[in-house]
């Protein structure tokens, strides 16, 4: 909280030893103050921590050729076998025939967050008799919010866009830039060529 409260001046007193400074003490909501008032996150939302992104999948229906015609509902509930329950996102029904597969639903988790990225969706929470799911895989992989460590890295990655010479920590800040999946960069000494690069990129899982 002491940080907090010499955070709001610093952007116009406070030379860039001292601002650097501040970001290496900075925790949780001190560090978000600090992004957003000195290091731009109100003119870069961008540069603001990443919140948690809910995972999205592709899931069909099909009804058993003994069983009714359906018709998928909005918001319809599917789960996995451990319980991370996942809501439809059509905006209107989807009618499957008796016997019939429908075409790729999209499925939102109910929680953000990278919990809802294992697993397989094969149960019914709404009811739809005569039916199963099958799971076609994630289409948008959940995130969880963005770390103190990580939302400070990128910070300080910042500085590297402020010269002509792009180096290491220019290809690094660019790498975490891709998306919020993007937690661990390595960029490899330079080769043959000064001006050649390998970046190596890894999520949470690897």
């Known amino acids: 909280q002491g940080i907090s409260k010499q955070i709001a001046g610093a952007g116009r007193v406070a030379p860039k030893i001292l601002r650097n400074v501040l970001l290496g003490l900075a925790k949780g909501e001190g560090l978000d103050l600090l992004v957003e008032r000195v290091y731009g996150g109100l003119q870069d939302p961008e540069r603001l921590r ?10 069909r229906f099909t009804v058993a050729a003994s069983a009714s015609a359906i018709v998928v509902a909005p918001g319809s509930v599917v789960s996995t076998p451990e319980g991370q329950q996942f809501t439809t ?8 025939a008796a016997g019939a597969t429908s075409a790729a639903i999209t499925i939102r988790a109910r929680l953000p967050g990278r919990a809802a990225n294992s697993g397989a969706v094969s149960r019914l929470v709404t009811a739809y008799a005569g039916t199963t799911i099958t799971d076609d895989g994630i289409t948008l992989p959940g995130t969880d919010r963005e770390s103190d460590e990580l939302l400070t890295r990128r ?6 866009q402020h010269t002509y010479a792009v180096g290491p920590r220019a290809y690094e800040l660019w790498a975490y830039e ?24 890894a999520t949470p899982d690897g």
């Open 155 to 160: 910070t300080e990655l910042l500085w590297s």
């Open 178 to 201: 891709a998306g919020p999946a993007i937690t661990r960069v390595w960029v490899a000494p330079p080769g043959a060529s000064p001006n050649q690069f390998a970046v190596y990129l």
């Open 89 to 96: 996102t059509n905006a209107s029904g989807v009618a499957v």
């Open 50 to 59: 990443r919140a948690a992104r809910a995972c999205e999948r592709s899931i």
